[in-house]
């Protein structure tokens, strides 16, 4: 296992389209989190998981984002009717009860440009 | 609610040389914890150090190493011997509840 991935890496789409974005965290890291970055800014908290149950929200995270981890392993990040200002920087990243959760391994994040 | 403050938008330092990036943060929490991440341009963020809260001792990793001053709420990340491929962006965050709040972030820039 080499780390946290995400695909796609990068993502254009047009204002008023949905987008979807997946993440891999590392086997056997049981939470899960999301996370927004803008450019020049630091990481902003969307949701995070611990196996399948999502245990918390940001009211960053409109009606619009969905996120879902069905079976406690992989996770989607959905954005419907993107809008320009969800243009960012979406970062993934997961942690280990084996650390006491208090580190987490961050992936490299998918860039979503609408137009 | 936690935040994070980073008040340096930018720092430079001459290679070999050390530099000091500032944080400070509030909580109500005694339990807590503190890292400082690195992310290289186009790079993912990486873990360079973190703090528990609970411990006095400053923490240390090789040329990283911070100033954790509980009462003042303060914690400065100090990079000795400064490399090359020290330049990036520096972010302070902190957590007690598994997500992180991350400060806005210091641009790192290492001169030749």
């Known amino acids: 296992d080499t780390g946290v991935s995400q695909n796609p890496r990068h993502k254009i789409t047009k204002r008023g389209q949905n987008v979807t974005f997946r993440c891999d965290p590392i086997?056997?890291?049981?939470?899960l989190y999301w996370y927004r970055q803008t450019l020049g800014q630091g990481p902003e908290f969307l949701t995070y998981f611990q196996n399948e149950a999502q245990l918390e929200k940001s009211r960053l995270l409109s009606d619009r984002f969905s996120a879902e981890r069905p079976k406690g392993s992989f996770s989607t990040l959905e954005i419907q009717r993107t809008e320009q200002g969800d243009s960012a920087m979406y970062l993934c990243a997961s942690s280990s009860p084996w650390e006491g959760y208090n580190e987490q391994f961050f992936g490299p994040g998918t860039r979503l440009t609408v137009l | 609610a936690q935040t994070v403050t980073q008040s340096q938008p930018e720092m430079s330092v001459q290679e070999a040389e050390t530099v000091t990036l500032s944080c400070t943060y509030d909580?109500?929490?005694?339990?807590?914890?503190l890292f400082w991440y690195k992310q290289p341009p186009s790079r993912q963020m990486i873990l360079v150090i973190r703090q528990e809260a609970y411990k006095q001792q400053n923490a240390t990793e090789n040329r990283f190493s911070v100033n954790f001053q509980k009462a003042a709420k303060s914690f400065s990340l100090k990079i000795s011997d400064s490399q090359l491929g020290d330049a990036a962006m520096y972010f302070c965050a902190s957590t007690n509840t598994g997500k992180l709040i991350f400060g806005q972030g210091t641009t790192l820039q290492v001169k030749p």
């Open positions: 909580t109500s929490e005694s339990d807590y914890y």
């Open positions: 086997s056997e890291h049981n939470r």
